[in-house]
T-cell receptor
Framework: EADIYQTPRYLVIGTGKKITLECSQT?????MYWYQQDPGMELHLIHY???????EKGDLSSESTVSRIRTEHFPLTLESARPSHTSQYLC?????????????FGPGTRLTVL | KNQVEQSPQSLIILEGKNCTLQ??????????LRWYKQDTGRGPVSLTI?????NTKSNGRYTATLDADTKQSSLHITASQLSDSASYIC?????????????FGRGTQLTVWP
């Protein structure tokens, strides 16, 4: 079991609310990622970070924002949630150099916006 | 365009039976291919990783094969158990990316019946 945690696991909120999805890892990994996954569909990268103070947008356009102030923490924020944001959000991290490094995934947050 | 295609989309088998899942990819330049298992409501967990020079890799009852020439991989599950019910995702990484960019298939949803 990977040491990467996400909270909350489930969230149901109304349209227009501001939310923050938390992600923390205790493995000391430099790289962290946020993915969005809809049922039966592939994971899409929405944000990633090479390390502290580094954040980049991924392949899938997202209205969310991220921050990386500490190595172990990579929160994702939606300023004004909409029903189109309903999805599963997965956080991951990887360490070391090169492309062989395994990405370890958290359990995910299932977000429902009413 | 880098893509990963998996088949079948879903599969139902009886406990104790064997099954084989397929993955075709167009990711280039190729670095490695992983098979992940994703239980419902959880994050993906890596089962096997295969690099360009590897043809077969086993992890318990899971055996992955790779044909880098035809860009195909398979995951064979032997003597299936109820706990094997999950989505199995083929993930390909491209070479030369410092990020370790991953390309995900949509997964094969496996259901094992008693």
């Amino acid at each position: 079991e990977a040491d990467i945690y996400q909270t909350p696991r489930y969230l149901v909120i109304g349209t227009g609310k501001k939310i923050t999805l938390e992600c923390s890892q205790t493995m000391g990994h430099d790289k962290m990622y946020w993915y969005q996954q809809d049922p039966g569909m592939e994971l899409h990268l929405i944000h990633y970070s090479y390390g502290v103070n580094s954040t980049e947008k991924g392949d899938l356009s997202s209205e969310s924002t991220v921050s990386r102030i500490r190595t172990e923490h990579f929160p994702l924020t939606l300023e004004s949630a909409r029903p189109s944001h309903t999805s599963q959000y997965l956080c991951a991290s990887s360490g070391g150099q090169g492309t062989y490094n395994e990405q370890f995934f958290g359990p995910g947050t299932r977000l429902t916006v009413l | 365009k880098n893509q990963v295609e998996q088949s079948p989309q879903s599969l139902i088998i009886l406990e104790g039976k064997n099954c084989t899942l397929q993955c075709n990819y167009t990711v280039s330049p190729f670095s490695n291919l992983r098979w992940y298992k994703q239980d419902t409501g959880r994050g993906p967990v890596s089962l096997t990783i295969m690099t360009f020079s590897e043809n077969t890799k086993s992890n318990g009852r899971y055996t992955a094969t790779l044909d880098a020439d035809t860009k195909q991989s398979s995951l064979h599950i032997t003597a299936s158990q109820l706990s094997d019910s999950a989505s199995y995702i083929c993930v390909v990484s491209d070479r030369g990316s410092t990020l370790g960019r991953l390309y995900f298939g949509r997964g094969t949803q496996l259901t094992v019946w008693p």
